[in-house]
């Protein structure tokens, strides 16, 4: 069974620290996706990234990082220089069976608070 | 605007009552999907579509229903029969193509019974 652990369950650094979201995951597949989401203090569930399990290139856009493993089964994400606009909640998810409607499978989320 | 909706952004019920939550969809998407989150938990899949008229039970279905009768629109309905309700709940949809499909997410209805 497919399953994902967000070890940290919240996080609290100050503005322009850098900081690091742990993702670990389990699945049989050899093909399945990873995606996280941002979700802000208004609920919504905002898109950041998808990778492939096929893709391990690292992968940066503005402030934000990913780093896939295959080898740890992780697929951490950085924030370079946080802001405050960076504390949410932050999910990571994994898609087993792609090319089919199927479930996401969540971890149960890490809680980032930046602070001035 | 392209986008999801999900109407009303809170709701309140009294025990026994049934209640539906609205999601409607401008992004020509083929599949949608009702998640159901709970505090300081992930979200976890009630029921999803891949096509009209065709939908199937995720990982917590009992107490719910849906239907799917046309492209745009999957409504949720939570019965009576759901033993605890209160919950944030989140409409997904994506493309269904050959390869994955990245799911996005409207704004959430937050329900609370009473």
């Known amino acids: 069974a497919q399953k994902v652990t967000q070890a940290q369950t919240e996080i609290s650094v100050v503005e322009k620290e850098d900081v690091t979201l742990d993702c670990v995951y389990e699945?049989?597949?050899?093909?399945?996706?990873l995606f996280w989401y941002k979700q802000p203090p208004s609920g919504e569930l905002v898109f950041l990234i998808r990778?492939?399990?096929?893709?391990?290139q690292n992968e940066i856009s503005g402030r934000y990082s990913w780093n896939f493993q295959k080898s740890t089964s992780s697929f951490n994400f950085t924030i370079t220089a946080s802001q405050v606009v960076d504390s949410a909640v932050y999910f990571c998810?994994?898609?087993?069976?792609?090319?089919?409607?199927?479930?996401?499978?969540f971890g149960t989320g890490t809680r980032l608070q930046v602070t001035l | 605007d392209g986008g999801i909706t999900q109407s009303p952004k809170y709701l309140f019920r009294k025990e026994g009552q049934n209640v539906t939550l609205s999601c409607e969809q401008n992004?020509?998407?083929?599949?949608m999907y009702w998640y159901r989150q709970d505090p300081g938990q992930g979200l976890r899949l009630i029921y999803y579509?891949?096509?009209?008229?065709?939908?199937q039970k995720g990982d917590i279905a009992e107490g719910y229903s849906v239907s799917r009768e046309k492209k745009e629109s999957f409504p949720l309905t939570v019965t009576s029969a759901q033993k605890n309700p209160t919950a944030f709940y989140l409409c997904?949809?994506?493309?269904?193509?050959?390869?994955?499909?990245?799911?996005?997410f409207g704004p959430g209805t937050r329900l609370t019974v009473l």
């Open positions: 997904a949809s994506s493309f269904q193509r050959g390869g994955a499909d990245t799911q996005y």
């Open positions: 699945t049989r597949d050899t093909t399945y996706y």
């Open positions: 990778r492939n399990s096929f893709d391990e």
């Open positions: 998810a994994l898609k087993e069976d792609p090319g089919t409607a199927s479930k996401l499978t």
């Open positions: 992004l020509n998407h083929d599949a």
């Open positions: 579509s891949q096509i009209v008229n065709d939908f």
